[in-house]
């Protein structure tokens, strides 16, 4: 007799065994579902590519959107945008959101909609992570954080959002490359989903992801090593040592260029990824951004066994002060993590 193959478990299943857990509420379990069919869309917009129309920068020629980081806007970026917040302003779970996108948060009141039901929570997200690889059919992807709204505040501002990355009760990625996986953390375990096409579903591939604690892979933008800080410069130079050199063994190196590839290949195999301070960002605390970037991807590291750091304190430590803020990141192995942050001590 052949063995029945076990009954795989969706997304909806597995939220809703969460639920019975109690590690999260039915509000923010049908938010999530509804950030999880954002994805799904964003994901077959990626997939379609040119034959969608959905290539290149948006505004017009001569023209070029601009978002409030200086950087010109792809179309997708703003596709990836426009979803999510269409899926979330009706879905009455959020009483705002804010985006890489978008200059200011937007309470939920502002979507010039009667009527629309207000909820709990506030959403943080990075719509379409990886712009620069968007045109050239590498992975990118859409990166989420999820906060309550502060008691007693009906029509949440910036400041509201100003929350430590401890205070996130789910984080998310979803990753849109051959396959599409969504990895996900409700405060307990890392969980990783891939879309199944055929019943457009997102099935559970792996339940408690563990990164491991050693690693000889890093992930760095080498180009920016003539700018970095002297810490840096001697982290690198003794990874680049190999075996004969301070760290004893030799590393191997990665750079997708798009952060929710580079974190999603470290919580499949362990790995190092960093975007440290440089001469070009440090006027602005660093590249990427601590609220839609740096916090959600360490909860959900830190939920998988790795370690988030500035180089100088815990990721999710850092008191924001602005929604777009900028800090430098190391995250994923937690003993090369350690090992990073240990140089720059060292340089104190
Ligand atoms: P985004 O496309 O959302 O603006 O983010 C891009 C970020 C991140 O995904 C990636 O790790 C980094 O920028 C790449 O930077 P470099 O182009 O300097 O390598
Ligand atoms: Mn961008
Ligand atoms: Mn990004
Ligand atoms: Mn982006």
């Not at 003539?226 to 410069?233: E, I, L, S, T």
């Not at 999710?316 to 192995?333: C, I, Y």
């Amino acid at each position: 007799m052949t063995a029945r193959p076990s009954t795989p478990c969706s997304l909806t299943r597995f939220l809703i065994e969460e639920q019975r857990a109690g590690h999260l509420g039915p509000d923010l379990r049908l938010l999530v579902e509804v950030v999880a069919r954002a994805c799904k869309s964003i994901s077959i917009a990626v997939g379609k590519g040119a034959l969608g129309g959905v290539l290149g920068e948006a505004g017009s020629p001569g023209a070029a959107s601009v978002n409030v980081q200086g950087e010109a806007q792809k179309k997708l970026d703003v596709i990836a945008n426009d979803v999510l917040m269409e899926a979330n302003a009706w879905g009455g779970h959020l009483a705002g959101l804010a985006s890489e996108e978008m200059d200011h948060s937007q309470p939920i009141t502002d979507f010039g909609v009667d009527g629309l039901p207000r909820g709990d929570y506030l959403l943080l997200f990075d719509p379409l992570d990886g712009s620069s690889n968007i045109d050239v059919n590498v992975s990118v992807g859409t990166i989420f954080s999820v906060l309550r709204c502060p008691e007693g505040v009906a029509v949440p501002a910036d400041e509201h959002y100003l929350q430590p990355g401890t205070e996130q009760l789910v984080a998310g990625y979803c990753v849109y490359g051959p396959q599409t996986t969504l990895v996900l953390t409700v405060g307990h375990g890392t969980h990783a989903f891939t879309l199944d096409r055929e019943i457009g579903s997102f099935i559970l591939t792996t339940r408690n992801i563990r990164i491991p604690e050693q690693t000889a892979e890093f992930a760095v933008n080498m180009s920016n090593q003539r700018h970095w800080q002297p810490p840096m410069q001697a982290y690198i130079n003794d990874l680049l040592a190999g075996k004969t050199g301070p760290r004893g063994k030799d590393f191997n190196m990665r750079w997708i260029a798009s952060m929710v590839a580079d974190v999603h290949r470290i919580m499949t195999r362990g790995g190092i990824f960093s975007y440290p301070l440089d001469a070009k960002c440090e006027a602005k605390g660093g590249k990427l951004r601590l609220m839609y970037e740096a916090n959600p991807m360490a909860f959900l590291v830190e939920q998988a066994g790795g370690a988030a750091s500035t180089g100088r304190g815990r990721m999710m430590e850092v008191q924001p002060t602005g929604l777009h803020q900028r800090v430098p990141v190391f995250l994923g192995s937690k003993g090369e993590v350690e090992a990073a942050v240990g140089y720059h001590h060292a340089h104190d």
